[in-house]
Each structure stands twice: as structure tokens, then as C-alpha cells.
């Protein structure tokens, strides 16, 4: 039997650790951005996802 890896990461859940983040991180990161999009890169498999503040704050509106 062979091994494999697979990353489980997807947006939905870097989003939400995104939006976990304490807002004045989260607008640092933003501050002298010319595309407005966080970078953020899984650890694991270095897929890069981009976020725009809109989806941030949509994430963080559906925190419990």
C-alpha cells in the first residue's frame, strides 16, 4: 500500500482562520497593498489563496 499526501486545506477554512485574526492585523496587512488582496499560502502544500477585504468581513459576519 503506498502512502500519499493530500493537503485538506480549501479557501472556506483559511478564510476563517483569516478572519479569526484580530482586525487591526488583519488592516495592516491590507496598508499599502496596491491590489487589495491578502496573499495567504498553506504551509503544507504552499497553494496561495487570495483574499479581498469584502471576503474577509463576509467571513468574519459568519463567525458563531
Not at 479569526?20 to 504552499?46: D, R, Y
Amino acid at each position: 500500500q503506498r502512502l500519499a499526501f493530500k493537503c485538506r486545506c480549501n479557501r472556506e477554512r483559511l478564510g476563517a482562520i483569516v478572519a479569526s485574526l484580530p482586525s487591526k492585523e488583519v488592516e495592516a496587512a491590507f496598508s499599502g497593498e496596491k491590489e487589495k488582496n491578502l496573499e495567504v499560502v498553506c504551509n503544507f502544500c504552499n497553494e496561495v489563496y487570495l483574499f479581498r477585504p469584502e471576503e474577509i468581513a463576509l467571513y468574519k459576519s459568519q463567525k458563531p
